[in-house]
């Protein structure tokens, strides 16, 4: 179940925050990964991407690796309906790091 938890206009941009399962959503523009800097989907957020939306995901950002922290790159959202793109943000170096 999704739960919309805020909203906010912010220099033209409208955010919106939510709690529930991200895959989801539909009619949106983006969802975000909170990545590896290797771009490995494995498992938490970025399993559940890939098992809803497919490998092509882990294809396509795989070949944009290494991002490093800070950084962000976008995929296509694969098989997911409703939801246009993934942004991969790297939180950590490696795959499973604290």
Do not use: C, Q
């Amino acid at each position: 179940m999704l739960e919309k938890m805020f909203e906010k206009s912010y220099k033209g941009v409208f955010i919106e925050v939510w709690k529930g399962d991200i895959t989801e959503f539909s009619g949106i523009d983006a969802i975000v990964n909170p990545a590896n800097s290797l771009m490995y989907m494995g498992g938490g957020v970025a399993g559940a991407i890939k098992r809803v939306g497919g490998d092509e995901i882990e294809k396509e950002a795989l070949e944009k690796a290494p991002v490093p922290v800070g950084k962000a790159i976008m995929t296509g959202s694969g098989k997911m309906k409703g939801i246009k793109a993934v942004i991969h943000a790297p939180t950590m170096e490696k795959p499973a790091m604290r």
